[in-house]
């Protein structure tokens, strides 16, 4: 087994856990889903595990560091359950102590296109979705206030940083890191316009700074620069959580001018970049001539993330179900199937976005498709078809070893077709038939932190829909008769530990029959069948 940091003794380990602040407020009442069942599946992965690079966290302190500090899932699909649980074992090694805190990495080797601590700001956003349910006060407010501490680069990559450190505020109030913030999150926005806003008033990106190398948009402008609908919609995202912590931190002024840039920005998004006859959202690519791709790509689904997209759009959501469009037993594809530049290509660029499935559009995707099925009135896919993709993106974390072995796995591009990792196989013989260390080493892409998956469990799936204020929406996109029990346990919500509860026989988790929310263990709302419930977190 290859080694690439020196292991941690037991003492240095053990005194490096006990600086890890264990936080417990509002956990008091009922548990529903006991110890023994979720730490089977850490056991399990410590076990399938080829730990090549050891981290601050190795997976002999795994449970110590993920207990009392995740929620917990339960439901009749173990695959969907297991999955879950390894995906939080997977962020557990990216959560790294620096001097100043504590930072989430990316890749777990050191690469040579990261930054300090081996950071990149390209899946930020995507980190702090995932650990804003982390029971922790200090990870993903050091991360947040890391990346404007003068040792980062925020704009390296496409990063919503507002947008997402205002959305772990929703889950864990902090009024004092917004206000730290707010200056460098002004000036971050102001940076963003000066380099990438020209005379359209639309933003520009290129592909590569999106995270989207070799796409088939990108590669009809020099340097693949192009209006997209991925930057223009972050920068809307940006804008409007500016404008929400202006309000949270007294300046009225700064609440009305970022909300006035915000409603323009998606005035813009909503015209300029709507192609009508395509019925979707495409790049325009920055080179002079106007007019739209000839394709659609995945990435169109950016404006549902942030609520952009108008009602008349939602058509748009049936190509993620065609099989000429972005649907594949391992999908979705980066670009639709029937489009002259899909490809699924072993040669060239390790990375390419033209073709292959990316957890990282995966995510956005989803999130989007969740908002969808919230605010539409009538959308076109459904409960089913969320729980449906979001299974198919479960069960494309996997891998088939040399050995014969199949492990839990999370890597960076997928075959749409095979399930085969890409770049992993392409890596793994680059250079005189191994790995490459100029491309970042041996299994650079092994429990890749480029992505979400829990956070689609809980805000997705389960339906807790986090806002300002004591109430709470959970509304859950399980299709009605398809499972007799699920449980999300142990979440801690705005100093609450929620516990979102089915039971249709009452024999499982023995509260009773049908749909229940308790805080802090005590029952706040039922209902005889799954379904929209909103709670006061309050007493009462």
């Given at each position: 087994?290859?080694?690439?940091?020196?292991?941690?003794?037991?003492?240095?380990?053990?005194?490096?856990?006990?600086?890890?602040?264990?936080?417990?407020?509002?956990?008091?009442?009922?548990?529903?889903?006991?110890?023994?069942?979720?730490?089977?599946?850490?056991?399990?992965?410590?076990?399938?595990?080829?730990?090549?690079?050891?981290?601050?966290i190795?997976?002999?302190?795994?449970?110590a560091f993920?207990?009392n500090?995740?929620?917990l899932f339960?439901?009749?699909?173990?695959q969907?359950?297991?999955?879950?649980y390894?995906?939080?074992?997977?962020?557990?090694?990216?959560?790294?102590?620096?001097p100043?805190?504590?930072?989430?990495?990316?890749?777990?080797?050191?690469?040579?296109?990261a930054?300090?601590y081996?950071?990149?700001?390209?899946?930020?956003?995507?980190?702090?979705?995932?650990?804003?349910?982390l029971d922790?006060?200090?990870?993903?407010?050091?991360?947040?206030r890391?990346?404007?501490?003068?040792?980062?680069?925020?704009?390296?990559?496409?990063?919503?940083?507002a947008?997402?450190?205002?959305?772990?505020?929703?889950?864990?109030?902090?009024?004092?890191?917004?206000?730290?913030?707010?200056?460098s999150?002004?000036?971050?926005?102001?940076q963003?316009?000066?380099?990438k806003?020209d005379?359209?008033?639309l933003?520009?990106?290129?592909?590569?700074?999106?995270?989207?190398e070799?796409?088939v948009?990108?590669?009809?402008?020099?340097?693949?620069?192009?209006?997209?609908?991925?930057?223009?919609s972050?920068?809307?995202?940006?804008?409007?959580?500016?404008?929400?912590?202006?309000?949270?931190?007294?300046?009225?002024?700064g609440?009305?001018?970022?909300?006035?840039?915000?409603?323009?920005?998606?005035?813009?998004?909503?015209?300029l970049?709507?192609?009508?006859?395509?019925?979707?959202?495409?790049?325009?690519?920055?080179?002079?001539?106007g007019?739209f791709?000839p394709?659609?790509e995945?990435?169109?689904?950016?404006?549902w993330?942030?609520?952009?997209?108008?009602?008349?759009?939602?058509?748009?959501w049936?190509q993620l179900?065609?099989?000429?469009g972005?649907y594949?037993?391992?999908?979705?594809?980066?670009v639709?199937?029937?489009?002259?530049?899909?490809?699924?290509?072993?040669?060239?660029?390790?990375?390419?976005?033209?073709?292959?499935?990316?957890?990282y559009?995966?995510?956005?995707?989803l999130?989007?498709?969740?908002?969808?099925?919230?605010?539409?009135?009538?959308?076109?896919?459904?409960?089913?078809?969320y729980?449906?993709?979001?299974?198919?993106?479960?069960?494309?974390h996997?891998?088939?070893?040399?050995?014969?072995?199949?492990?839990?796995?999370?890597?960076?591009?997928?075959?749409?077709?095979?399930?085969?990792?890409?770049?992993?196989t392409?890596?793994?013989?680059?250079?005189?038939?191994?790995w490459?260390?100029?491309?970042?080493?041996?299994?650079?892409?092994?429990?890749?932190?480029?992505?979400?998956?829990?956070?689609?469990?809980i805000?997705?799936?389960?339906?807790?829909?986090?806002?300002?204020?004591?109430?709470?929406?959970?509304n859950?996109l399980?299709?009605?008769?398809?499972?007799?029990?699920?449980?999300?346990?142990?979440?801690?919500?705005?100093?609450?530990?929620?516990?979102?509860?089915?039971?249709?026989?009452?024999?499982?988790?023995?509260?009773?029959?049908?749909?229940?929310?308790?805080?802090?263990g005590?029952?706040k709302?039922k209902a005889?069948?799954?379904?929209k419930?909103s709670?006061?977190?309050?007493?009462?």
């Open positions: 087994m290859l080694i690439h940091k020196a292991r941690v003794s037991s003492l240095f380990f053990i005194l490096c856990l006990s600086a890890w602040p264990l936080f417990t407020k509002g956990q008091s009442g009922k548990t529903f889903i006991k110890q023994a069942e979720w730490e089977s599946y850490i056991d399990k992965f410590n076990q399938l595990d080829d730990e090549v690079y050891v981290q601050d190795p997976n002999s302190g795994a449970k993920l207990e500090k995740i929620p339960d439901c009749p699909d173990k969907l359950v297991e999955t879950y390894f995906r939080w074992w997977t962020y557990r090694k990216h959560v790294k102590k620096i100043s805190g504590y930072v989430i990495s990316e890749f777990l080797p050191d690469v040579p296109w930054g300090k081996n950071t990149i700001s390209c899946a930020a956003a995507h980190h702090i979705y995932e650990g804003r349910w922790n006060e200090h990870i993903i407010s050091d991360y947040a890391f990346w404007f501490s003068g040792e980062a680069n925020p704009r390296l990559y496409s990063f919503w940083a947008n997402a450190i205002y959305n772990y505020h929703l889950v864990h109030p902090n009024v004092e890191l917004l206000t730290s913030l707010y200056p999150l002004k000036e971050n926005f102001s963003w316009e000066a380099e806003r005379s359209t008033q933003f520009w990106q290129v592909d590569d700074r999106d995270g989207m070799v796409s948009s990108g590669r009809l402008s020099p340097g693949g620069k192009g209006y997209r609908a991925t930057i223009n972050y920068m809307y995202g940006e804008a409007e959580a500016l404008s929400q912590i202006a309000k949270l931190v007294g300046d009225e002024s609440h009305v001018f970022y909300r006035q840039k915000a409603e323009a920005l998606k005035e813009l998004i909503n015209t970049l709507w192609d009508k006859k395509a019925g979707f959202y495409k790049v325009i690519p920055k080179n002079g001539k007019g791709s394709v659609r995945q990435h169109g689904y950016t404006p993330y942030f609520h952009i997209a108008s009602d008349s759009y939602a058509n748009a049936k179900l065609d099989k000429e972005f594949a037993p391992y999908g979705p594809t980066t639709e199937q029937r489009a002259s530049g899909f490809a699924i290509s072993y040669e060239g660029h390790e990375c390419q976005w033209n073709g292959p499935s990316w957890p559009s995966t995510t956005v995707t999130v989007g498709l969740a908002n969808l099925l919230n605010d539409h009135p009538s959308p076109p896919l459904n409960a089913k078809d729980l449906d993709l979001l299974t198919i993106y479960s069960r494309s996997s891998l088939k070893k040399e050995n014969g072995t199949t492990v839990p796995w999370i890597d960076e591009n997928l075959n749409p077709f095979t399930g085969d990792w890409i770049s992993r392409r890596l793994k013989i680059w250079e005189n038939g191994t490459s260390k100029g491309k970042g080493g041996v299994e650079r892409g092994k429990d890749y932190n480029h992505s979400g998956f829990c956070d689609l469990v805000t997705g799936l389960i339906g807790i829909r986090p806002q300002e204020g004591e109430q709470v929406t959970i859950p399980i299709p009605a008769g398809k499972w007799d029990y699920f449980c999300l346990d142990n979440l801690m919500y705005k100093n609450h530990k929620l516990s979102v509860v089915y039971d249709k026989y009452g024999t499982k988790y023995k509260q009773g029959k049908g749909f229940m929310i308790f805080v802090d005590t029952l709302g005889g069948s799954i379904g419930i709670i006061n977190l309050g007493s009462g």
